[in-house]
Antibody
Framework: QVQLVQSGSEVKKPGASVKISCKAS????????INWVRRAPGRGLEWMGW????????TYAQVFTGRFVFSLDTSVSTAYLQINSLKAEDTAEYYC????????????WGRGTLVTVSS | QSVLTQPPSASGTPGQRITISCSGS????????VYWYQQLPGTAPKLLIY???QRPSGVPDRFSGSRSGTSASLAISGLRSEDEADYYC????????????FGTGTKVTVL
């Protein structure tokens, strides 16, 4: 069965970096793009962007350029989200989800990784 | 700030039918499919409706979606206590270099 398994919760200090993983199983990893979605406390879902699992080419939503980095390790069917220079406002639940081609619906999601940024 | 606007809340009693609206523009709902997601408390979002009105396998037919012009709506009939969740519409937006956008979200309460 299709699964996206995310790494566990993280607690970081402002200015640090964090790298979240999303390991896919049950399907051909390079057949679907991986998207990243954020939900901050008291806010709704925000699409952060996506990464082409064939080429490794990332696309970032305008708000998530600069400190956010998407990457892959196709040998272990895993996508990564790295956030640099963490700020308190980066405290949120981060989800990975897959999409197929130009059909922009997220049919399978990871369970989420909670990142807490606090001094 | 989302370009898809939803009412912040909706409520109904068990068995009732409720609808959630999603208002957009010509660059998103007016020219692209609409999707709906349900997020139960403490869980990941779940795809509820794709391509305006299609239900994935396993989603009850109590949930239905529609799109007209630059607006869309989600209807929940036979409301049940387990439907209490946050609901989000979403669509691709063709403006700028293109981006995916979620609606502002609607909290559904079953009274």
């Amino acid at each position: 069965q299709v699964q996206l398994v995310q790494s566990g919760s993280e607690v970081k200090k402002p200015g640090a970096s964090v790298k979240i993983s999303c390991k896919a199983s049950g399907y051909s990893f390079t057949g679907y793009a991986i998207n990243w979605v954020r939900r901050a406390p008291g806010r709704g879902l925000e699409w952060m962007g996506w990464i082409n699992t064939n080429t490794g080419n990332p696309t970032y939503a305008q708000v998530f350029t600069g400190r956010f980095v998407f990457s892959l390790d196709t040998s272990v069917s895993t996508a990564y989200l790295q956030i640099n220079s963490l700020k308190a406002e980066d405290t949120a639940e981060y989800y990975c989800a897959r999409t197929l081609g130009d059909d922009w619906y997220f049919d399978f999601w990871g369970r989420g990784t909670l990142v807490t940024v606090s001094s | 700030q989302s370009v898809l606007t939803q009412p912040p809340s909706a409520s109904g009693t068990p068995g009732q039918r409720i609808t959630i609206s999603c208002s957009g523009s010509s660059s998103n709902i007016g020219s692209n499919y609409v999707y709906w997601y349900q997020q139960l408390p403490g869980t990941a979002p779940k795809l509820l409706i794709y391509r305006d009105n299609q239900r994935p396998s396993g989603v009850p037919d109590r949930f239905s979606g529609s799109r007209s012009g630059t607006s869309a709506s989600l209807a929940i009939s036979g409301l049940r206590s387990e439907d209490e969740a946050d609901y989000y519409c979403a669509a691709w937006d063709d403006s700028l270099s293109g981006f995916y956008v979620f609606g502002t979200g609607t909290k559904v309460t079953v009274l």
